[in-house]
């Protein structure tokens, strides 16, 4: 069972950027699609941006044209890089494949949108 571990979270003001990584245990090619997940207090969470092994990606209606997903399978890494955050973007970000494992749910990467 691959094992993720997300970092690059912190507390950013509204309009800041923020990049996020996410190391996987295994490799990468195998996996078909990844996805970064959020959960906000409160909230169930929720697919936020998918990328296909071959680059195709797809985004929430809510961060299309801000957050942008990629993947470096030779690494074993996937990236959301944020930008142009928001207050309503505070939650925990996590990755896992697409659907989810749900044995492979890492600690997450809390990020606060802040002033």
């Known amino acids: 069972q691959v094992q993720y571990v997300e970092s690059g979270g912190g507390l950013v003001q509204p309009g800041g950027s923020l990049r996020l990584s996410c190391a996987a245990s295994g490799s990468l090619f195998t996996i078909s699609t990844m996805g970064w997940y959020r959960q906000a207090p409160g909230k169930q969470r929720e697919l936020v941006a998918g990328?296909?092994?071959?680059?195709?990606?797809n985004y929430a209606d809510s961060v299309k044209g801000r957050f942008t997903i990629s993947r470096d399978n030779a690494k074993n890494t996937v990236y959301l890089q944020m930008i142009s955050l928001k207050l309503e973007d505070t939650a925990v970000y996590y990755c896992?494949?697409?659907?989810?494992?749900?044995?492979?749910w890492g600690q997450g990467a809390q990020v606060t949108v802040s002033s």
């Open positions: 896992n494949k697409f659907p989810a494992a749900p044995r492979s």
């Open positions: 990328i296909t092994r071959d680059g195709r990606t």
